[in-house]
Nanobody, 125 residues
Framework: VQLVESGGGLVQAGGSLRLSCAAS????????MAWFRQGPGKEREFVAA????????YYADSVKGRFTISRDNAKNTVSLQMNSLMPGDTAVYYC???????????????????WGQGTEVTVSS
């Protein structure tokens, strides 16, 4: 299984970015998909998740209303649309996938078996 993120970059506060995660060796419709991030000097934290049904989405309180997770079944990709970006959103963003993720671990790194290499997002003030 391979997850490859793209779309990171430098953006001013208030701007938008769209991250994409291309999956191979795994069908996004068969797994729960998520985005995590790790800021400078911080632990990796949950950002958003899309349950394997493709219907239910979950967000960290810090991004709710600003970020949207979605998937494209035909392209086998998962995206994270990030709006109203703030300097506090600066981090390396990681895509994660889990075939057997359960609800209680959905917001934890331990709930996912597969990880991408990360894409860096920098938000300037």
């Amino acid at each position: 299984v391979q997850l490859v993120e793209s779309g990171g970059g430098l953006v001013q506060a208030g701007g938008s970015l769209r991250l994409s995660c291309a999956a191979s060796g795994l069908t996004v419709t068969s797994a729960s998909m998520a985005w995590f991030r790790q800021g400078p000097g911080k632990e990796r934290e949950f950002v958003a998740a899309l349950w394997r049904t493709g219907v239910n989405t979950y967000y960290a309180d810090s991004v709710k209303g600003r970020f949207t997770i979605s998937r494209d079944n035909a392209k086998n990709t998962v995206s994270l649309q990030m709006n109203s970006l703030m300097p506090g959103d600066t981090a390396v963003y990681y895509c994660a996938a889990g075939r057997t993720t359960i609800f209680s671990t959905m917001r934890q790194t331990a709930g996912y078996h597969y990880w991408g290499q990360g894409t860096e997002v920098t938000v300037s003030s």
